[in-house]
């Protein structure tokens, strides 16, 4: 008698983000120049392009699709309004942001440091998805953060 299957299977990341691109191979390409992604797995569509694709960024899975008629998924336009944004973590946000640059990223908000201890920058990647990239530069406080969000609050007096 076979064992009971686990509901999880052994070294999947419990949330993967699927992004949906008109080019998944270009897509592969800029997650693996920008992030140093592992590709995992690559898979063929009918016409013998890239339709599908498993990576690595670390510890964490992402998946790369092709559209498909019949599904209602669809890549993002090209205007930075992806109602998604993928919050990622490197160890060194000004490097990854120039990598992502020089893949033909957009950057929609320069690099900067934040009050809570990050310093982020946001690009969009040439497939239309928004990223975050961050570095932690300062461990802070629930209080450190609290004070520092009042102080950059506009005052409404």
Not at 83 to 91: A, K, L, N, R, W
Not at 96 to 123: H, M, S, Y
């Amino acid at each position: 008698m076979a064992g009971r299957m686990k509901g999880i299977p052994e070294g999947a990341s419990v949330v993967i983000p699927r992004l949906f691109c008109r080019d998944v191979a270009a897509a592969i390409d800029f997650c693996k120049n920008t992030f140093g992604a592992v590709e995992r797995v690559r898979r063929p569509g009918p016409d013998g392009t890239v339709a599908h694709a498993l990576l690595t960024i670390g510890p964490a899975m992402l998946m790369i699709e092709a559209e498909w008629p019949g599904l209602a998924s669809r890549a993002p336009q090209l205007d930075g309004s992806s109602p998604v944004v993928i919050y990622v973590y490197v160890e060194d946000v000004d490097k990854t942001v120039e990598r992502a640059v020089a893949c033909g990223a957009k950057v929609l908000f320069p690099v900067a440091n934040q009050f809570w201890g990050d310093r982020i920058g946001w690009v969009m990647d040439p497939s239309g998805h928004v990223w975050t990239i961050a570095t932690r530069i300062e461990e802070t406080s629930e209080d450190q953060r609290r004070e520092r969000w009042s102080d950059v609050q506009p005052d409404k007096s």
